[in-house]
Structures are given as structure tokens and as C-alpha cells.
């Protein structure tokens, strides 16, 4: 094969997929008249071409979706989402937000709790049970000048007698509440 | 990473439970320690049973009485909703009830029965070592001094 010939067979292919310049096309063509041994390669290599063509056409390609894998390569060369969407990513879950929620929920009850606490403390708004004997006031909660506030004492919510008298006293020491049921009065004429 | 979140989920619930329940329920599992001291005071002597001295000290003028003996000390433990019986003097009976809790303070109900009917019926909020005094039902020659405390 002589170098001439060893040029036609590089563009043979594209002379076949009709890719060469008009000038190329020519030059090919005139060559192929006169040489017995380029126009077998010109053949064989159109036998070749119409086997592979057979062979793809048995084979039906695949469906792609085009947008899918554009989707995935795009995400594989960007290396995934940056670090901001995976923390807004996360919020969009329920097992983020609810307990998020929960958390601020307790932080915020917890100062509501600690705020109606110090009110009633301050306002004394501590319900007590109706009383069913008229009793005299409550007494006041002795101060201990040694410390800084008053001494706690447990208290009478309801008080009821048989005989209706009862008095509600305090002891002088600890201020401890002493009720004292005071006896029946007798009626007038009954004797004693 | 799950692992995280449940246990951050945990966290949350335990915390959301222990603040959002009152301190009473809490405590509901609380016995009630009642202490009933039962006391003869009169006029006719002038003994003091030394294991009264600190409450006759902390009576102080506010009774006219200047004997006091120590007829019984009982010790009942209570449940929510339980009641606890002490029998004094001439058919008479105390009856202690446990009401629960009421934030720090314990609600209790103390009646007294003669022959089986009421005479008397009080319901006091307790501090946890307090006492209350219910006095004047007649005794002998003197009368009753019932001593209530609590523990809890």
C-alpha cells in the first residue's frame, strides 16, 4: 500500500458519512477509479458499517428521561446542596419542627408558670374553700424579724360545729391557729 | 442522625411533662404523716408532761389551763383519699382524712364523732412539719387538747 493509499483509507470513513469538504470528496473519488485495493477497503468497511447498523437496529435503546439525568449529573457534579439548604431542608420535616416547637412551647410556659407564680404571691389570690361558720378574721402571719419574711402556719380552710360556736385563736409562740369549740349554750329553764 | 432527634424528642417530652405537672400530683404518691397528740388540760393541777413543754411554751397565756397530760400520741400514715380513726375519751372518736395535695401544702380533714354522730368538722391546709390545736371538748375535769401534725 502506498502512502497515497494509506491517506484515501484515513478518510474513507468520512468520505462514507459524507463529512469531507467537496475538494476531499473529489480528490477520494478519483483516486478509488484507479486503485483496485482502496475501493476493497471502501467494501469491507461498508460491510462493517451495514453489520453494526443491522446489530443496533435488533436492540431497541432504552427510554431515558432526559431531565432525571440531568437532575443527578448536576447534583453529582455540584457535590449535593450547600450546607444552608441542608439546614433549611430539615425544617420541612415534622420530626424537626415538632419538636422544636415543643422545646419553645415548654421554655415559654415555663416563664408563664414563673410569672403567675410571683403574681400570686404578691396579690395573696389563693382561693380557699367557702368558710361555714362565721369566723373571725385570720390572724396575721407572724414576722420573725430575723429572717425576711413571715413565719408559714397552716391554715383553716372550713371550720363546722354541732354547737355552733367555735372560736379561731392563734398560740402566742409559733402562731400556730388553735380552734376551740366552745359548748352548747343551755336553753333558758333547763337545768344545769 | 435519627438517633439524635429521638433523643432530642425524649428530652422535650420528660421536660414538657415534669414542668406542665402541678407539684400536688407530683407528690400524689406521697404518703401523709399525721401526728395526733391527745391532751387532758384543766385547772386542777399544775403538772406538765415535759413531752408538752414546747407546746404549752408556745401557747403561752392564750389558754387559762395549768395542768396538761398526754393521754395518747398516735402516728397515722395516709393515702389520698385514706382516713385514719383515733379513739379519745367517753366513746368519742377523731377521724383523719387525706385530701391530696394542694401545691405545698396538704389538705386534711379532721372530724370528730360522739357516739357515731358528728360534732364537730374542721378541713386544714398543712405545712409539712406544722401543727394545728383543736381544744374544748370536755374531759373529766378538764378538757380535751388535740394536737394535729403533718410530714410529708
Same mark, same amino acid.
Given at each position: 500500500?502506498?502512502?497515497?493509499?494509506?491517506?484515501?483509507?484515513?478518510?474513507?470513513?468520512?468520505? @462514507?458519512?459524507?463529512?469531507?469538504?467537496?475538494?476531499?470528496?473529489?480528490? *477520494?473519488?478519483?483516486?478509488? !477509479?484507479?486503485?483496485?485495493?482502496?475501493?476493497?477497503?471502501?467494501?469491507?468497511?461498508?460491510?462493517?458499517? /451495514?453489520?453494526?447498523?443491522?446489530?443496533?437496529?435488533?436492540?431497541?435503546?432504552?427510554?431515558?428521561?432526559?431531565?432525571?439525568?440531568?437532575?443527578?449529573?448536576?447534583?453529582?457534579?455540584?457535590? $449535593?446542596?450547600?450546607?444552608?439548604?441542608?439546614? @433549611?431542608?430539615?425544617?420541612?420535616?415534622?420530626?424537626?419542627?415538632?419538636?422544636?416547637? /415543643?422545646?419553645? /412551647?415548654? +421554655?415559654?410556659?415555663?416563664? +408563664? !408558670?414563673?410569672?403567675?407564680?410571683?403574681?400570686?404571691?404578691?396579690?395573696?389570690? *389563693?382561693?380557699?374553700?367557702? +368558710?361555714?361558720?362565721?369566723?373571725?378574721?385570720?390572724?396575721?402571719?407572724?414576722?420573725?424579724?430575723?429572717?425576711? $419574711?413571715? *413565719?408559714?402556719?397552716?391554715? *383553716?380552710?372550713? +371550720?363546722?360545729?354541732?354547737?355552733?360556736?367555735?372560736?379561731?385563736?392563734?398560740? /402566742?409562740?409559733?402562731?400556730?391557729?388553735?380552734?376551740?369549740?366552745?359548748?352548747?349554750?343551755?336553753?333558758?329553764?333547763?337545768?344545769? | 442522625?435519627? %438517633?439524635? %432527634?429521638?433523643?432530642?424528642?425524649? #428530652?422535650?417530652?420528660?421536660? #414538657?411533662?415534669?414542668?406542665?405537672?402541678?407539684?400536688?400530683?407530683?407528690?400524689? &404518691?406521697?404518703?401523709?404523716?399525721?401526728?395526733?397528740?391527745?391532751?387532758?388540760?384543766?385547772?386542777?393541777?399544775?403538772?406538765?408532761?415535759?413531752?408538752?413543754?414546747?407546746?404549752? =411554751?408556745?401557747?403561752?397565756?392564750?389558754?387559762?389551763?395549768?395542768?396538761?397530760?398526754?393521754?395518747?400520741?398516735? #402516728?397515722?400514715?395516709?393515702?389520698?383519699?385514706?382516713?385514719?380513726?383515733?379513739?379519745?375519751?367517753?366513746?368519742?372518736?377523731?377521724?383523719? =382524712?387525706?385530701?391530696?395535695?394542694?401545691?405545698?401544702?396538704?389538705? #386534711?380533714?379532721?372530724?370528730?364523732?360522739?357516739?357515731?354522730?358528728?360534732?364537730? =368538722?374542721?378541713?386544714?391546709?398543712? %405545712?409539712?412539719?406544722?401543727?394545728?390545736?383543736?381544744?374544748?371538748?370536755?374531759?373529766?375535769? &378538764?378538757?380535751?387538747?388535740? =394536737?394535729?401534725?403533718?410530714?410529708?
Amino acid at each position: 500500500m502506498t502512502e497515497r493509499c494509506k491517506n484515501i483509507e484515513l478518510r474513507l470513513t468520512a468520505y @462514507l458519512d459524507k463529512e469531507l469538504s467537496e475538494a476531499d470528496r473529489q480528490d *477520494v473519488a478519483t483516486h478509488l !477509479r484507479d486503485c483496485e485495493e482502496c475501493r476493497q477497503a471502501l467494501c469491507q468497511l461498508e460491510e462493517t458499517l /451495514a453489520f453494526l447498523k443491522q446489530a443496533y437496529d435488533s436492540y431497541p435503546l432504552p427510554e431515558v428521561d432526559l431531565d432525571q439525568a440531568w437532575k443527578e449529573i448536576e447534583a453529582k457534579v455540584n457535590f $449535593g446542596p450547600s450546607r444552608w439548604e441542608n439546614f @433549611l431542608e430539615l425544617f420541612k420535616r415534622p420530626m424537626i419542627w415538632g419538636p422544636s416547637i /415543643a422545646m419553645a /412551647a415548654v +421554655v415559654l410556659m415555663f416563664f +408563664v !408558670r414563673l410569672n403567675v407564680q410571683d403574681r400570686q404571691e404578691t396579690t395573696g389570690s *389563693v382561693a380557699h374553700a367557702p +368558710v361555714e361558720k362565721v369566723l373571725p378574721p385570720e390572724p396575721e402571719q407572724p414576722v420573725n424579724e430575723s429572717t425576711d $419574711g413571715p *413565719v408559714r402556719v397552716c391554715q *383553716v380552710e372550713s +371550720v363546722y360545729s354541732r354547737s355552733g360556736n367555735v372560736m379561731l385563736l392563734q398560740t /402566742a409562740g409559733s402562731g400556730q391557729p388553735l380552734i376551740w369549740i366552745l359548748p352548747e349554750k343551755k336553753k333558758e329553764g333547763e337545768k344545769s | 442522625m435519627k %438517633i439524635a %432527634i429521638y433523643t432530642c424528642q425524649a #428530652l422535650v417530652m420528660v421536660c #414538657l411533662s415534669f414542668l406542665l405537672t402541678p407539684t400536688y400530683i407530683l407528690a400524689a &404518691g406521697m404518703d401523709l404523716q399525721v401526728t395526733v397528740e391527745v391532751v387532758k388540760a384543766d385547772r386542777a393541777s399544775s403538772n406538765i408532761d415535759p413531752q408538752l413543754e414546747e407546746m404549752v =411554751r408556745d401557747l403561752g397565756p392564750t389558754l387559762n389551763y395549768t395542768g396538761f397530760s398526754l393521754l395518747k400520741k398516735t #402516728l397515722l400514715n395516709l393515702k389520698t383519699n385514706a382516713t385514719g380513726d383515733v379513739i379519745l375519751a367517753e366513746d368519742r372518736t377523731l377521724t383523719c =382524712r387525706f385530701l391530696g395535695y394542694d401545691d405545698d401544702q396538704a389538705r #386534711l380533714e379532721v372530724r370528730i364523732l360522739d357516739t357515731g354522730k358528728e360534732t364537730f =368538722r374542721t378541713t386544714l391546709l398543712m %405545712i409539712s412539719g406544722g401543727n394545728v390545736l383543736i381544744g374544748g371538748p370536755q374531759f373529766e375535769d &378538764g378538757v380535751l387538747l388535740l =394536737r394535729v401534725g403533718a410530714e410529708f
